[in-house]
């Protein structure tokens, strides 16, 4: 699973090769919050030529300049809610918000009903500096003689490098009813605004992977954790287009939020996905071989705690054998338990 992340990029930083126009900064980005995503967007027909400006829509925040490639669609970097909330949610009959799905397996993506849309329509890229994880680092025996585990935070990812994660994302125009549901955890929607969401794809670890053999970097993260979220590689490999290009550009691409919502998906672009799925797959192990695993600080679990100091590991190992962690780390925002694993 991928429920805590961080991401440190610059003015002018490159994501996805869209150049930041706002800097953007936390150690300990949890569901809810509202972080950058990546995604492309269909240029029309009559547009083609100097790059049009993106259609102001309330509520949307871009945070970077668009790009334009030759087939007319440019990439775009949005401001959106970590936790998707699915496009067809019955408002005006069930006024309560849907659970947020803020992970999503993808060897299941076609058939749950929540993701049947953006599977097709809705591919984006979530830029990070590294995800965090909790390792089980050994084991004791309490007073009452049950076994704890000891939960050490890490940090994963390439070194030196941003690592991009495959995600869904859903469009929603708030509604009065909506908006008085959605209110909290510092987010105040206003009726006639759109809400960007997204979740982040996850596949089965490498416990079992023999592509690699060998791979002491594999080996640790298949011990780490059963699940681990699915990487798009942003660089061609052998001469074929990078996975970041590869799942952008595939299914169908949107063009306005309100194309995007109600989208018209035939068969070719149902086929464009999911090929463009597997080949992600194919491709995550490999890539993840040029990880590192490192340990941060047990203040991670807590959200409150957003300062370059959580990548330090603890000095003091008795504060961190007693700390529960993994408790606090499986706490959203708003400081119930997260629901948001499919």
Request: glycine share 10%; hydrophobic share 30%.
């Amino acid at each position: 699973m991928c429920g805590r992340y961080g991401l440190e990029a610059h003015y002018g930083t490159s994501l996805g090769g869209v150049p930041l126009t706002e800097p953007f900064t936390s150690w300990n980005i949890a569901p809810t919050q509202q972080v950058p995503i990546l995604l492309n967007r269909r240029v029309p027909r009559t547009a083609q030529g100097p790059l049009p400006d993106a259609p102001h829509r309330p509520g949307v925040h871009r945070l970077g300049a668009s790009t334009l490639d030759t087939s007319g669609t440019y990439r775009e970097i949005y401001r959106a809610r970590w936790g998707l909330i699915p496009d067809w949610h019955p408002w005006d009959e069930d006024p309560n918000p849907p659970s947020l799905t803020f992970n999503a397996r993808s060897e299941t993506l076609f058939e749950k009903a929540s993701y049947a849309r953006p599977a097709v329509t809705g591919h984006c890229a979530i830029p990070t500096s590294g995800y965090y994880e909790w390792g089980v680092q050994g084991s004791t025996i309490t007073a009452r003689g049950t076994v704890k585990e000891h939960k050490i935070p890490q940090r994963i990812g390439p070194p030196g490098q941003y690592l991009y994660l495959a995600g869904l994302y859903a469009w929603h125009k708030i509604n009065p009813v909506s908006a008085k549901a959605l209110t909290g955890g510092g987010y105040e929607p206003q009726t006639g605004q759109w809400l960007l969401t997204f979740t982040i794809l996850t596949m089965a670890s490498p416990r079992s992977y023999t592509g690699q053999d060998g791979s002491p970097l594999l080996r640790e993260l298949g011990h780490i954790h059963e699940r681990m979220p699915l990487p798009l590689n942003p660089a061609a490999v052998n001469g074929q287009p990078s996975t970041l290009d590869v799942w952008l550009g595939s299914g169908r691409v949107a063009g306005t939020p309100e194309d995007s919502r109600m989208p018209t998906m035939g068969v070719s672009d149902l086929h464009d996905a999911r090929t463009a799925l597997e080949q992600l797959q194919h491709a995550a192990y490999p890539q993840a071989t040029q990880w590192r695993v490192r340990q941060v600080s047990s203040r991670i679990g807590n959200i409150k705690n957003n300062d370059k100091s959580v990548l330090e590991p603890d000095t003091n190992l008795l504060t961190l054998l007693d700390s529960d962690t993994y408790a606090e780390h499986t706490t959203n925002p708003e400081g119930t338990h997260a629901l948001g694993t499919d």
